[in-house]
């Protein structure tokens, strides 16, 4: 389960560059925070990642086959302060089309570490998804966009950037998947993870948390004032969907379900 290799497509100077994770989670909220990064950006793929352990998948869009597991880069050059000394030169997503199987998760995690070193990136930003007792209700206000997002990092230097960001810092809790190693790794190697957490559906995609995970993101790293508009859209559109449909499953269920044999 070791045998994990990234070939590279295009030689790319990433020193100092931002990394984003993003392998499925709950809501697939890193899922869509990097193909959202990778579209608002225009990153080109620099390299892939391949196991023989991977699942016999090819994706196919504008009738080029595509890896399943891909790595994207490029130039951030979306701010408008060209004077900003802090916003990073390269972007980089680490993209994938399926979840990984549980004994993948570490050698992937890993191997990633791995060529974040060799490459002398900054730091890694990972978007995680809190479950939900009712899926896609946030709390909050009205418009549902005061959706409250937690953080934790690796290394002191990551901490203090949660606090100067007023991030509410995860105090208690688990993390699973390519996150949880990570920042596991992290911690052991002294590299920078950032994680950002939100409230977000287990049962569909969530763009709202998507949206607002990327808010911080961008504060906090990129500087690009990405258009976050777009996925609060989308997620008020599901959202439209799904209680329709419950509307209409409702009598039907009423009918179904069997009185209480206590009155």
Known sequence: MEDIIIYELEKMNLNGAVVIDGFPSMGLVSTIVGNYIINSLDLKP????????????AIVRRSEPLSPVRIYAGKNKGSD?????????TVVVFISEFILHPQLVRPVANAMMDWFEEKKCDIIISAEGIGQEIPLLHSGSEDKKDIPVYGIGSTTRVRKMIKANKITPLTNGAITGVTATLLSAGKRREIDVLCLLTEASE??????????ILEIIDRVSLRTKIDTTPLFKEAEFIEKQIKKMQMQAEPVIKKTVPPSMYG
């Open 81 to 89: 302060d060209e004077s900003d000394i802090e916003k990073p030169q």
């Open 203 to 212: 049962l569909f995609p969530d763009a709202r948390a998507a949206g607002k």
């Open 46 to 57: 620099i390299g892939i990642v391949d196991s023989p352990t991977f699942p016999s998948l």
